[in-house]
T-cell receptor, first 115, second 112 residues
Framework: AQTVTQSQPEMSVQEAETVTLSCTYD???????LFWYKQPPSRQMILVIR??????QNATENRFSVNFQKAAKSFSLKISDSQLGDTAMYFC????????????FGTGTRLTIIP | NAGVTQTPKFRVLKTGQSMTLLCAQD?????MYWYRQDPGMGLRLIHY???????AKGEVPDGYNVSRLKKQNFLLGLESAAPSQTSVYFC???????????FGQGTRLTVV
């Protein structure tokens, strides 16, 4: 069974600084997909960034980027120039590939941006 | 375009009562999921469906049943509610693969 581990329950950084959230996963599959979702206090789940396992290039979305290390089964999220609106729970998620797309989440990291 | 809609948004049940949570999506998605969210435990998958008429167990299926009779609807049933089922429940849908999963607004369920 796939597992997703987020070892940092809480983090806080000063506004405008860079922060990295960690995520590791365990799978025996070669084809899969990884995601970071953000959950602000409104409780709405928002996709931040996604990565296909077969792509070696790390995904980027504006201030958000990932460091995908397939051999180490690591998928960290870097937030640059952090903003107050980045305050939220962040969840790492794993999806199987091809025909059985079970979507599994980690336990989350509560990120607080300090003014 | 409503996206994913969960009904109801809030509910209080007494121990032993039953209820059904409805998830409806209007995006023609094949995949639908039910999660529960508890403090410190993230989102845990209860059941999921890879298409109309199919269901599969997730990490924490005990005490829950599901049905996907129509592609757009995914129902989560609690047969005999227990206080341990007090949680926030989320439904999600997607087309699978690397695409984004869309989430409902959540249902806060309290079992007393």
């Amino acid at each position: 069974a796939q597992t997703v581990t987020q070892s940092q329950p809480e983090m806080s950084v000063q506004e405008a600084e860079t922060v990295t959230l960690s995520c590791t996963y365990d799978t025996s599959e070669n084809n899969y997909y990884l995601f970071w979702y953000k959950q602000p206090p409104s409780r709405q789940m928002i996709l931040v960034i996604r990565q296909e396992a077969y792509k070696q290039q790390n995904a980027t979305e504006n201030r958000f980027s990932v460091n995908f290390q397939k051999a180490a089964k690591s998928f960290s999220l870097k937030i640059s120039d952090s903003q107050l609106g980045d305050t939220a729970m962040y969840f790492c998620a794993f999806m199987n590939g091809f025909g059985n797309e079970k979507l599994t989440f980690g336990t989350g990291t509560r990120l607080t941006i300090i003014p | 375009n409503a996206g994913v809609t969960q009904t109801p948004k809030f509910r209080v049940l007494k121990t032993g009562q039953s209820m059904t949570l409805l998830c409806a999506q209007d995006m023609n998605h094949e995949y639908m999921y039910w999660y529960r969210q508890d403090p410190g435990m993230g989102l845990r998958l209860i059941h999921y469906s890879v298409g109309e008429g199919t269901t599969a167990k997730g990490e924490v299926p005990d005490g829950y049943n599901v049905s996907r009779l129509k592609k757009q609807n995914f129902l989560l049933g609690l047969e005999s509610a227990a206080p341990s089922q007090t949680s926030v429940y989320f439904c999600a849908s997607s087309t699978g693969r690397s695409t984004e999963a869309f989430f409902g607004q959540g249902t806060r369920l309290t079992v007393v």
